[in-house]
């Protein structure tokens, strides 16, 4: 069975940081794109950054310079390092797993950013 279990979402004030953690298990870590998505009251899901198997990353415009993506296959764990965090990444942040056709998602943790 395929799990995604995020973990280190919480209440911070603006310009903080936090470290969100995804721990997957019942997947090939490996040949897996990770990502984290977030989606806020009111908005649609939004990929956030994402790390492919060989490690090319992407992310939106808005956290650009603010967050990192990383991964420890070691570990079977993705990594959101969020710096500098304003109001606007107030957010349920999802984890994805992607390969071929197969798609998994974690349950969410809350980020909740005051200004």
């Known amino acids: 069975q395929v799990q995604l279990a995020e973990s280190g979402g919480g209440l911070v004030q603006a310009g903080g940081s936090l470290r969100l953690s995804c721990a997957a298990s019942g997947i090939i870590f490996s040949i897996n794109t990770m990502g984290w998505y977030r989606q806020a009251p009111g908005k649609e899901r939004e990929l956030v950054a994402d790390i492919s198997s060989g490690g090319r990353t992407k992310y939106v415009d808005s956290v650009k310079g603010r967050f990192t993506i990383s991964r420890d296959n070691a570990k079977k764990t993705v990594y959101l390092q969020m710096n500098s965090l304003k109001s606007e990444d107030t957010a349920v942040y999802y984890c994805?797993?992607?390969?071929?056709?197969?798609?998994?998602w974690g349950q969410g943790t809350q980020v909740t950013v005051s200004a």
């Open positions: 994805n797993g992607r390969f071929g056709p197969a798609n998994h």
